[in-house]
């Protein structure tokens, strides 16, 4: 019974340590997509936005022909 508790155990955060390593470099993507480019080059990056700018879009919509 301890055993298979156990297993169980080691397969659920082997799961979800797989998980954030997929998932982790998708959400630095939004986030970064998301920052003023000033707030991309800094040498202390945070993981999360204090300023949010969606016009990354449009700039972006607006460059590419």
């Known amino acids: 019974m ?4 156990l297993k169980k ?3 659920v ?3 979800v340590f797989l998980l954030l390593f997929v ?3 998708l959400y630095w993507l939004v ?3 998301l920052k003023y480019p000033e707030d991309i ?3 202390h990056p945070s993981l999360f936005p204090s300023r949010i700018r969606f016009l990354n879009y449009l700039d ?3 460059t590419i022909p």
Do not use: D
């Not at 301890?2 to 508790?5: A, G, P, S």
């Open 2 to 5: 301890r055993k298979r508790v």
């Open 9 to 11: 155990t080691f397969k």
């Open 13 to 15: 955060v082997g799961i």
């Open 23 to 25: 998932l982790f470099p």
């Open 31 to 33: 986030v970064s997509s």
């Open 41 to 43: 080059y800094t040498m």
């Open 60 to 62: 972006i919509w607006k």
